[in-house]
Structures are given as structure tokens and as C-alpha cells.
Nanobody
Framework: QVQLVESGGGLVQAGGSLRLSCAAS????????MAWFRQAPGKEREFVAV????????RYAESVKGRFTISRDNAKNTVYLQMNSLKPEDTAVYYC?????????????????WGQGTQVTVSS
């Protein structure tokens, strides 16, 4: 079992920045690809970013490319999402997820574990 706990969400003005964290416990964290997804009210969950354990390669949704950066610290069992130049359309609950297959997967189905989410609200 892997437990994931997100933090760092909050209210920020458009153009501002936030850094989300996802702390993992349980099975070996460094074996998993780690991803961020988000879900806005009335919308489906969407992929944001993912980082592999092997080699640290990353993949981003087009809507956040150039503004968001995903990173991980395996020694701290933590993955981060640095969000800059935030827009009102980034408002959502952000979830981290872990994939034991360690792939750059952009759909949620294959992910093995999910956190409870953290709210990000961007005001205009």
C-alpha cells in the first residue's frame, strides 16, 4: 500500500504561484511514476504532469506546459508541482497519483494510488 497526502493548495491571484507537495508513505516511493491530475467543478478529471522514477523524464499537458514544473525528491518521498503564471482556469482540486508501472501515462485508469486532493483557487 502507498498513502499519498497532498498539501500546498490555496487561494492565489491570477499571475501568482503555488507549489504543491505530495508526500508518500508505504511501499518504496522511488519505484513509481508520480503524476498530478486535476478536476474542476462540473468537469472531468484531467492530466496535468507526470515524472518517471527511471531517468526522471517528464510529460505535461499542453495547457500547463511552460508554466508548471513537476519534480521529485526520492529521499523525502515527495513529489512537487511548481505552478507559475496561474490562471483562473487552473482552479481545481489537484490530486497526486502513483503508477507502479513507471510510465508517462496521461490517463488516470492505470494509476495504482491516489491522494485525497488539495484545492487550488485562482482569482481573476
Amino acid at each position: 500500500q502507498v498513502q499519498l497526502v497532498e498539501s500546498g493548495g490555496g487561494l492565489v491571484q491570477a499571475g501568482g504561484s503555488l507549489r504543491l507537495s505530495c508526500a508518500a508513505s508505504g511501499r518504496t516511493f522511488s519505484s513509481y511514476a508520480m503524476a498530478w491530475f486535476r478536476q474542476a467543478p462540473g468537469k472531468e478529471r484531467e492530466f496535468v504532469a507526470v515524472i518517471r522514477w527511471r531517468g526522471g523524464s517528464t510529460r505535461y499537458a499542453e495547457s500547463v506546459k511552460g508554466r508548471f514544473t513537476i519534480s521529485r525528491d526520492n529521499a523525502k518521498n515527495t513529489v512537487y508541482l511548481q505552478m507559475n503564471s496561474l490562471k483562473p482556469e487552473d482552479t481545481a482540486v489537484y490530486y497526486c497519483a502513483a503508477d507502479f508501472a513507471d510510465q508517462l501515462t496521461v490517463v488516470g485508469g492505470p494509476y495504482d494510488y491516489w491522494g485525497q486532493g488539495t484545492q487550488v483557487t485562482v482569482s481573476s
